[in-house]
């Protein structure tokens, strides 16, 4: 059995991955940020982690 313990942030244009002990849970999928988690709402843009511009 292999247990995940990283993966892609789950917001389409963001690049990070985030570790799943870490990251921010919403509806089952996981995410490097709340920005991130709430689909960047009220045009909030990025998520903090250089090189990424989501």
């Known amino acids: ?3 995940v313990t990283q993966m ?9 991955i985030v ?3 870490d990251a ?5 999928k996981y995410y490097c ?3 991130c988690a709430d689909g960047h709402k ?5 998520c903090a982690h250089s090189g ?3």
């Open 1 to 3: 059995m292999t247990t």
């Open 8 to 16: 892609k942030c789950a917001c389409e244009s963001c690049l990070c």
């Open 19 to 21: 570790s799943t002990a």
């Open 24 to 28: 921010v849970s919403k509806d089952g």
């Open 33 to 35: 940020s709340q920005a």
């Open 42 to 46: 009220d045009g909030q843009r990025g």
């Open 52 to 54: 990424c511009n989501c």
